[in-house]
């Protein structure tokens, strides 16, 4: 095995280990079904962390394995039964113990960035074509972050966890105003 080998692989074990407390934190909310996860993984988080289907079900069968969750079935009428997670005090514990540790840092992989560097090797056009790629799914992003701010801040306005899904929206407006600004200079540098 070489080096990227053990390189990728460890990335994976690392998103693999921290989608599952992406995965209690959804539950600490409320008990779940891995429908409900997905579902609620798609309206608040997906901006900055996704977890797919086949992520989410064996996540959720290793922790209700491990005592940080518990599963029950509930039977429904007409539809083939569904089981529901909820959060165990053994997880709520390990959540809370994950939240204070620092976050690590991420390992940077930008396409962006690659293709800059190397963009000697083809026309200039090229390089300034990838800037205004970039800037135009930027101007895309920060709508999107807008629109989903000014709809939170009205249908969920003195929800006590509003601050906090706030700061992610900020924060990544914030950045990609930055990026936005900066990548005009970074192509014709």
Same mark, same amino acid.
């Given at each position: 095995?070489?080096?990227?080998?053990?390189?990728?692989?460890?990335?994976?074990?690392?998103?693999?280990?921290?989608?599952?407390?992406?995965?209690?934190?959804?539950?600490?909310?409320?008990?779940?079904?891995?429908?409900?996860?997905?579902?609620?993984?798609?309206?608040?988080?997906?901006?900055?962390?996704?977890?797919?289907?086949?992520?989410?079900?064996?996540?959720?069968?290793r922790l209700a394995a491990e005592g940080l969750a518990e599963r029950r079935r509930e039977r429904q009428r007409g539809k083939p039964d569904r089981h529901v997670y909820s959060l165990t005090s053994k997880g709520r514990a390990e959540l809370l113990r994950w939240l204070a540790l620092p976050a690590r840092l991420e390992p940077v992989?930008?396409? &962006?960035?690659?293709?800059?560097? @190397?963009? $000697?090797? +083809?026309?200039? =056009?090229?390089?300034?074509?990838?800037?205004?790629?970039?800037?135009?799914?930027?101007?895309?992003?920060?709508?999107?972050?807008?629109?989903?701010?000014?709809?939170?801040?009205?249908?969920?306005?003195?929800?006590?966890?509003?601050?906090?899904?706030?700061?992610? &929206?900020?924060?990544?407006?914030? @950045?990609? $105003?930055? +990026?936005?600004? =900066?990548?005009?200079?970074?192509?014709?540098?």
């Amino acid at each position: 095995m070489h080096m990227g080998q053990m390189a990728a692989g460890q990335t994976t074990a690392r998103r693999a280990n921290t989608s599952r407390y992406a995965i209690l934190g959804v539950l600490s909310r409320r008990p779940m079904s891995g429908y409900d996860v997905k579902k609620l993984i798609e309206r608040s988080i997906a901006h900055f962390w996704s977890e797919s289907y086949g992520q989410i079900y064996p996540s959720l069968n290793r922790l209700a394995a491990e005592g940080l969750a518990e599963r029950r079935r509930e039977r429904q009428r007409g539809k083939p039964d569904r089981h529901v997670y909820s959060l165990t005090s053994k997880g709520r514990a390990e959540l809370l113990r994950w939240l204070a540790l620092p976050a690590r840092l991420e390992p940077v992989r930008s396409e &962006l960035l690659l293709k800059l560097f @190397l963009g $000697r090797a +083809g026309p200039v =056009a090229n390089s300034a074509a990838q800037i205004e790629h970039v800037q135009t799914r930027h101007r895309a992003l920060l709508d999107t972050y807008d629109a989903i701010e000014r709809q939170l801040r009205k249908d969920m306005r003195g929800h006590p966890e509003l601050p906090y899904w706030l700061i992610t &929206l900020q924060t990544l407006t914030t @950045l990609n $105003r930055l +990026g936005a600004r =900066a990548a005009p200079r970074t192509g014709r540098g």
